[in-house]
Every structure is written in structure tokens, then in C-alpha cells.
């Protein structure tokens, strides 16, 4: 394989916003928190600089990227609100790296605030009334996202025999993994049957298979690979990646049990020269359980159908032989509607060595986001060392 | 208590709501596939002909996926429980709807169904769907 655009650039550095429960804060400054604590982390400049990429929150905030420039005094030469839902952000990496090495820029800023728990948007947002689904399909009540992931959900059981308690034991682990984070908001023991005994929202999904519903942001720095040796921290590279979407609504989902990562699993193994067994750590969307589940059928971590087995018996908890959402997951840590950042955000503190008391021996990661109503997709290869 | 929400046919889709109207499940077939069409498009999804023609269709259809639902927002509280699914039609596309019933924990994906419609609110009949 010759050049890459994928070798031209690093991760330099990563943050978080405060996450949680956050009345007191606005979307932008979380936005601004997390884009000061990335820059921080990485030791390089706001002058430095010249690429913006960010998404507004599911409340709708026009042109993003140039809102969150203004507010931080960016002038950017590359800017980019390409909208996938919680997968932007994995886009947005793929998008910095294809940018840099066309010589666009030099060092891109991702950014993401929400304050959805605190300002009142539900999750997943309503429809657009000029979209065909505010006619034939708001009509009929499904209550979204959770009612979408749950047809998915339905389907998936019937072809596969796939259980509940399966689907448990993805929210079991990643409580398991929350009470190795000090900043997981839930820290309570969570057993299979404390899933299956909660109440339903849409079957076969109960109050434990949906994800968290928090306020929080955060912020990636991608640069050239030159300039990411030079910063504070030990660079983590990009090795492979992918983007695709599928469908917006669920009812045009073409196999309701084959999710986007079907596509840009293979895609992102084949840039990188590498296969699924070669993963160290993988950081899954978790906006439910069965997000995970079908997501690490479709990377081909296990066979289509085979999800409930391969979750089953602890394998993705602590101590298991593979690990996964080690910061506790959207499920147990946080998921301010779009959680795709905090994806990033843990794998590159595991491939640093800096996640203590859950900290895992990574040298390659696998993080996977995942966009609307499972239907966008990107897949990013990171490692602790570069490619070649 | 807000109102449920009801459709706003426009002019791409008022074939559709026209034809609801008078209780008949009309969809587009595409002329230059063959294909049926569902939601209304001026392009067929298939190949891009703009020759779509709309087209009675039996209104029979099996259960692809299946929810019921346990928690909704306010216009929909007083419904709960209620089955939305989506359902294949005969001719090939799929919709989503709620399938009507006293007992929806008897669903089963698969099982047969028949469009029904009725009005929703101050909206034109939607096409809910029942055990056939
Ligand atoms: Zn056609």
C-alpha cells in the first residue's frame, strides 16, 4: 500500500467537558471547556489552529462550526459540520486526516457540548415537518430512539434467538466498568436480573438497555504527524477508518439486524491492514444494548447472529478476554445525545496508558460510532504506534 | 394535553392521503423497474426513473419487526401499551404503523396483517393495520 492520507496525522490530545448533570452550563461553553482542556492536554496553542469541526447538539444549532469558531476566536481554513449523529465525530477524525494531508490545515479541533439532560430536548429530537416521516411515521407513536433501536431489536431476536438476557449482560459489563471510573456517574451493582426485572419502555428494550441521558462535551485535537511528536503527549495514530450511512429512518433500515458497521468495519481492517482479532480494545456505541451487540457482529468480531453468545459469560466485562467501553459505555458513563466523542476520548486514554484503575494493555484500538437511528456509521483504527 | 400528531399531506404525497381518504392503501410503482415505491418520491430509489405511477395495492402485509410500547410522550400516554411495527407489504415496501388490537402482546413477527384505516385526531385516516 503507498501513501495514506490516514499517515499524515496524529491525535495530539483529548478532553472531556464536565459531564453529567449541569444546569449551570450552556452547550457552548461545554464546547469551549472540553476544546480548552483538549488544547491543554496536547500543549499547543489556540493560534495554532486552523481547522474547525463540530456539530451542534440534537436542539438544532445552525451552522455549528462557525459558532463554535467565533466563541473561541477561530478563523478557520478548513471547517466542516458534517451531521451523521452520534458517529460525526469518528467522521470528523477521518475528515481532519484527509484535510491536513491535502494541506488544507494543520491542526483540526473537533468539538462537541450538549446539554440535553438539563435543557429540556428529548432524546433523538422530534422530525422535520417537510420530512416524509412527520406524515408516515410520527403519527404512530414510536417513541424515539428508543422505539427504533427496539424493532431492530425485535428483528434481531426473532432471526437469531437472540435473549433479553443477553442484551443484559452488555449492561451488566459496562456497569462493571463504570465502577472502575470514578467520574461514572452510577457506581451500584447492576445484576442481569435487575435488567430484566425493570420496567419496559419499548419491548423487548427496558430502562437498562437504554443509555444514560446526560449534559457533557468534549474535544479532539488532530494534527500533522510532525507537529503531534513535538506536543505534550505521546501521539496515537490513525491506522484505519470508514464512514457510511445506510438509511435516516428506521422503517427505510434495508436489514434491520445489519447495521452501518457492516460496511465500514471491513473498509476501516482493509486501510489499516489489519483484522478484527487484532484488536486490543474496543469502544463500542452503546446508545442500547443492542446497538453493541449488532455493531460487534457487523465489525466481525463474532459471526452475524452470534452476538448474544459472544456478550455472554463476562467476556466484555472487567477481567474479561475482551475489552470493551472500558470507561462504562453510554450505558453507565455518559451520552449527551451524540456519545461518539467519548469514544475517542477513552481509547486514546487507554492506548496512553493513563486509564488507572481500568486501564488495559491496548496497542490497538477499535472505536466504532454510530449515528440517528442506526443509520450512520464510522469505524476508527487507532494505534499507540504509527502505522509503518 | 397536547394533540397526537397527524399528517400534512403536501403535493408529493397527497395521492397517498387522497386515496386514504377513501379507505384504499395507494402506493407509486416505478415504470421503469417495476418496483413498488413507498414513502412518495419524485425519483424511484431504484434506478431514477421519474416515471412513478401510483398504484392500488392489496393493503395485505406480514409483521417485519415489533415493538410494544410501555412509555411515550403525553399525546400518547392514554394508548399505552400499543404495538407499532413495521410491516411488509405484499408488494414489497415496508411502513411503519401501529397495529390495532386489544392484545398486543399476542403479536408475533410474521404474522399477517391488513391495512385499516382511520382518522387520527383532526388528521385524514392514517393507515393503521390489524390481525388478519
Ligand atoms: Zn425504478
Avoid at chain 1, 67 to 87: F, H, K, W
Avoid at chain 1, 181 to 200: F, G, I, Y
Amino acid at each position: 500500500m503507498g501513501a495514506n492520507f490516514r499517515d499524515a496525522v496524529a491525535i495530539a490530545g483529548v478532553a472531556e467537558s464536565e459531564v453529567g448533570v449541569l444546569p449551570h452550563r450552556t452547550e457552548m461553553q461545554l464546547h469551549a471547556q472540553a476544546a480548552k482542556r483538549a488544547l491543554d492536554d496536547a500543549g499547543i496553542g489556540l493560534a495554532e489552529v486552523d481547522g474547525v469541526l463540530s456539530i451542534g447538539s440534537s436542539r438544532g444549532t445552525r451552522m455549528p462550526s462557525v459558532q463554535v469558531a467565533e466563541y473561541l476566536g477561530i478563523m478557520p481554513s478548513y471547517s466542516d459540520s458534517t451531521s451523521l449523529g452520534g458517529c460525526s465525530f469518528e467522521a470528523y477524525v477521518q475528515h481532519a486526516a484527509f484535510a491536513i494531508d491535502a494541506g488544507l490545515c494543520n491542526t483540526c479541533l473537533i468539538t462537541y457540548g450538549s446539554t440535553q439532560r438539563s435543557g429540556g430536548a428529548g432524546f433523538g429530537g422530534g422530525t422535520d415537518p417537510w420530512l416524509a416521516a412527520s406524515q408516515f411515521e410520527t403519527p404512530f407513536g414510536l417513541p424515539m430512539m428508543t422505539g427504533a433501536h427496539a424493532l431492530a431489536a425485535s428483528r434481531h431476536m426473532h432471526l437469531y434467538g437472540t435473549t433479553r438476557a443477553q442484551l443484559a449482560d452488555i449492561a451488566v459489563a459496562a456497569r462493571k466498568w463504570a465502577q472502575l471510573n470514578p467520574a461514572a456517574p452510577r457506581h451500584e451493582d447492576l445484576t442481569v436480573e435487575d435488567v430484566l426485572s425493570a420496567p419496559m419502555i419499548a419491548s423487548p428494550l427496558g430502562k437498562f438497555d437504554c443509555c444514560l441521558v446526560t449534559d457533557g462535551g468534549g474535544a479532539v485535537v488532530v494534527t500533522r504527524s510532525d507537529r503531534a511528536r513535538d506536543a505534550r503527549q505521546p501521539p496515537v495514530w490513525l491506522w484505519g477508518s470508514a464512514e457510511t450511512h445506510t438509511h435516516s429512518s428506521i422503517a427505510n433500515m434495508p436489514d434491520l439486524t445489519v447495521t452501518p458497521a457492516a460496511r465500514t468495519g471491513p473498509a476501516a481492517f482493509k486501510s489499516a491492514g489489519l483484522m478484527p482479532s487484532n484488536m486490543d480494545l474496543a469502544m463500542i456505541y452503546d446508545s442500547f444494548t443492542i446497538t453493541a451487540l449488532m455493531t460487534l457482529e457487523d465489525l466481525g468480531f463474532c459471526a452475524k447472529g452470534e452476538g448474544g453468545d459472544f456478550v455472554s459469560g463476562g467476556r466484555i466485562a472487567p477481567k474479561g478476554d475482551f475489552p470493551m467501553n472500558t470507561q462504562g459505555g453510554g450505558l453507565s458513563y455518559t451520552h449527551p445525545g451524540m456519545y461518539g466523542i467519548f469514544l475517542i476520548v477513552e481509547a486514546v486514554r487507554q492506548l496512553r496508558g493513563e486509564a488507572d484503575a481500568r486501564q488495559v494493555s491496548a496497542d490497538l484500538a477499535l472505536v466504532h460510532g454510530t449515528g440517528g437511528a442506526l443509520s450512520a456509521g464510522s469505524t476508527l483504527i487507532l494505534g499507540k504506534e504509527p502505522r509503518r | 394535553m397536547s394533540s397526537k400528531p397527524v399528517p400534512s399531506p403536501d403535493a408529493e404525497t397527497a395521492p397517498f392521503w387522497d386515496a386514504a381518504a377513501e379507505g384504499v392503501l395507494k402506493i407509486q410503482k416505478c415504470a421503469g423497474c417495476n418496483e413498488h415505491v413507498f414513502y412518495p418520491r419524485l425519483v424511484c430509489p431504484h434506478c431514477m426513473s421519474d416515471e412513478l405511477d401510483w398504484v392500488c395495492v392489496s393493503g395485505c402485509a406480514r409483521i417485519h419487526a415489533l415493538t410494544i410500547v410501555h412509555r411515550s410522550t403525553a399525546p400518547f400516554r392514554d394508548d399505552l401499551p400499543f404495538a407499532v411495527a413495521i410491516v411488509e407489504l405484499e408488494e414489497g415496501p415496508r411502513m411503519m404503523t401501529r397495529v390495532l388490537t386489544d392484545t398486543p402482546e399476542t403479536l408475533r413477527i410474521d404474522d399477517p396483517v391488513k391495512v385499516h384505516f382511520a382518522p387520527q385526531g383532526d388528521g385524514p385516516p392514517l393507515p393503521f393495520f390489524e390481525p388478519a
